[in-house]
């Protein structure tokens, strides 16, 4: 597509539920980014995959989040047993090669009652 | 810890005035730097990037960077403000491996 599409843009869930969220990156761009940010903050790295492999998940706070890229085009970023802390806006870019600049999504804004 | 600063949260500039957001790195290396900006509700966008070559970076909207490896700085520059300007502004490096590191952002504001 035109650019990196996420989905949904807002999504309300309750503590100790499961959330999907999906990233459809720019066609053809190899690398895909997940990051979190929260209200004040600047994006913070959580996983990196350059195809379907996760080169570096570094940023993942804990092992309740998990990312997936079976493909090498769409991925999903899950996150088990969510805590009112994993309230942020989680932002996808994906770019042609690593160093060069990101084309972000418009995030999905993840609110946890 | 590498990490990229910007030291001040807003800036406030009256518009057709010159504008600058400020950004300093400490990373190792030779980083690629960056900055990108933020509308309310969207994803951000990249603005321009140095790499190598001449300090002086041109980017989108009329926007230049000045890179300074001396100072460690990298800092956002307008000649003349719009009101259309105000918006999030991050200042972001990369120095290999796989992440880029962002600044806290510095909220633009211009005042008609």
């Known amino acids: 597509g035109a650019g990196v599409s996420q989905t949904p843009s807002n999504k309300v869930t309750e503590k100790g539920k499961y959330v999907e969220l999906r990233c459809d990156p720019i066609?053809?761009?190899?690398?895909l980014y997940w990051y979190r940010q929260s209200l004040g903050q600047g994006p913070e790295f959580l996983i990196y995959f350059q195809g379907t492999g996760a080169a570096d998940d570094s940023g993942l706070p804990n092992d309740r989040f998990f990312a997936v890229r079976p493909e090498g085009s769409v991925s999903t970023l899950k996150i088990q047993r969510t805590e009112r802390g994993d309230s942020a806006v989680y932002l996808c870019a994906s770019s042609f090669e690593q160093g060069y600049g990101y084309t972000f999504g418009s995030g999905t804004r993840l609110t946890v009652v | 810890a590498q990490s990229v600063a910007q030291p001040e949260d807003q800036v406030n500039v009256a518009e057709g005035n010159p504008l600058t957001v400020k950004c300093t790195y400490s990373v190792s290396g030779n980083p690629y730097l960056f900055w990108y900006v933020q509308y309310p509700n969207r994803g951000l966008q990249f603005l321009l990037k140095?790499?190598?070559?001449?300090?002086l970076v041109k980017g989108s909207y009329g926007f230049e960077a000045e890179f300074n490896k001396s100072q460690t700085s990298f800092h956002l520059k307008k000649p003349s403000a719009l009101v259309s300007d105000s918006a999030l502004y991050f200042c972001a490096a990369y120095t290999g491996g796989f992440k880029t590191i962002f600044g806290a952002g510095t909220r633009l504001f211009v005042k008609a």
């Open positions: 066609s053809g761009h190899t690398a």
């Open positions: 140095y790499i190598t070559g001449d300090n």
